[in-house]
T-cell receptor, first 112, second 115 residues
């Protein structure tokens, strides 16, 4: 069965520090992978997605993620955290169909 | 509005009652999705429409849940004989082509509380 796992339900980083949010997947078919962000009282918003083209994907707000098949990972990074990055982040995958399978989310806190 | 609109934003009901949740997708979007998000969890797929028809309803948990999209635009998620375990945020999303080839746009959700 296909699945998406996010390590760390809460991550805190200092403003200006590297952001690293981890995501691993399990799939018997080539996946499409996504990162979504959810700000308080707002709907989920697509940050970036991998659809089998370039393995390094750049998204909005300076975020990027790298698809590593050998590690079955799709970690999200940003070189320098900003206070406005505080939100909940969801990794998701689709595995040969139109359904998204989401991870349980990581709440990112930025320390001033 | 320009985005996906969901009503009501909050609904409190008693166990055993019937509930309808409405989703207004972005104009022109043919694909529409319903997800359910329980506390502390990621969204869970319920059903996907392409046009008027349900292309995939494999995520509906049981026959108390039903969704329609009669004219290929607005969709209604219907829950009969609600149970306390149905309490969650119900999310609707739409896309012009589909979430693999395009982008999903989510509404803010309808929070359902079953007492």
């Amino acid at each position: 069965a296909q699945s998406v796992t996010q390590l760390g339900s809460h991550v805190s980083v200092s403003e200006g520090a590297l952001v690293l949010l981890r995501c691993n997947y399990s799939s018997s078919v080539p996946p499409y992978l996504f990162w979504y962000v959810q700000y308080p009282n707002q709907g989920l918003q697509l940050l970036l997605k991998y659809t089998s083209a370039a393995t390094l994907v750049k998204g909005i707000n300076g975020f990027e993620a790298e698809f590593k098949k050998s590690e079955t990972s799709f970690h999200l990074t940003k070189p320098s955290a900003h206070m406005s990055d505080a939100a909940e982040y969801f990794c998701a995958g689709s595995f040969g169909n139109e359904k998204l399978t989401f991870g349980t989310g990581t709440r990112l806190t930025i320390i001033p | 509005g320009a985005g996906v609109s969901q009503t009501p934003s909050n609904k409190v009901t008693e166990k055993g009652k019937y509930v309808e949740l409405r989703c207004d997708p972005i104009s022109g979007h043919t694909a529409l999705y319903w997800y359910r998000q329980s506390l502390g969890q990621g969204p869970e797929f319920l059903i996907y429409f392409q046009g008027t028809g349900a292309a995939d309803d494999s995520g509906l948990p049981n026959d108390r849940f039903f969704a329609v999209r009669p004219e290929g635009s607005v969709s209604t998620l219907k829950i009969q004989r609600t149970e306390r375990g149905d309490s969650a945020v119900y999310l609707c999303a739409s896309s012009s082509t589909g979430q693999n080839t395009g982008e999903l746009f989510f509404g803010e959700g309808s929070r359902l509380t079953v007492l």
